[in-house]
T-cell receptor
């Protein structure tokens, strides 16, 4: 069964460092998303991406965040200068055109 | 924007009992309500969903009900089994396609089914 894969599963970084989280969506999917979940809190929408551009972004997705689909298969989330409050589980999701989002297993980011 | 509240935050039941999780939403324009199950170390997985033109939907031991007037929807699991133990998230969505598939999630319910 096709699945969304994310790497790394866990990354520890120092405050101020750049982090790139990688996702490989399901191959025929067209819409891509990043969500995050701070420990004990809700899963929150960050950004949606379609046709090589951002469709919508939340207030959380400020200038420190960027997304890219560099090669037609990977979908990356970059945090330019990490802050303590960026520590969270980051989920990538994709869909073809139905409403069902397929989520990856997440990348846990710990900022020290 | 949309706000989704979910209760209870934790729920413990005996195997074979039923479990009910309730959610409310704030935006009357929301028209799609999925439920996701998240097992330890995994991403959320869709288990059932309901659209606003339907009041109830059932899939084997799982059912979802929707009350548009009251803006609440519920997940019902009957004959619970230990493998039902997980975190369950409700979500709400408005829009008809593509980039509008942004989901607003509830805070999650940790369901424990005791053998």
């Amino acid at each position: 069964e096709p699945e969304v894969t994310q790497t790394p599963s866990h990354q520890v970084t120092q405050m101020g460092q750049e982090v790139i989280l990688r996702c490989v969506p399901i191959s025929n999917h067209l819409y891509f998303y990043w969500y995050r979940q701070i420990l004990g809190q809700k899963v929150e929408f960050l950004v949606s991406f379609y046709n090589n551009e951002i469709s919508e972004k939340s207030e959380i997705f400020d200038d420190q965040f960027s997304v890219e689909r560099p090669d037609g298969s990977n979908f990356t989330l970059k945090i330019r200068s990490t802050k303590l409050e960026d520590s969270a589980m980051y989920f990538c999701a994709s869909t073809v055109s139905s409403r069902e989002l397929f989520f990856g297993e997440g990348s846990r980011l710990t900022v020290l | 924007g949309e706000n989704v509240e979910q209760h209870p935050s934790t729920l413990s039941v005996q195997e074979g009992d039923s479990a009910v999780i309730k959610c409310t939403y704030s935006d009357s324009a929301s028209n799609y309500f999925p439920w996701y199950k998240q097992e330890l170390g995994k991403g959320p997985q869709l288990i059932i969903d309901i659209r606003s033109n339907v009041g109830e939907k059932k899939d084997q031991r799982i059912a979802v009900t929707l009350n548009k007037t009251a803006k609440h929807f519920s997940l019902h699991i009957t004959e619970t089994q230990p493998e039902d133990s997980a975190v369950y998230f409700c979500a709400a969505q408005k829009g008809s396609g593509g980039s509008n598939y942004k989901l607003t999630f509830g805070k999650g319910t940790l369901l424990t089914v005791n053998p």
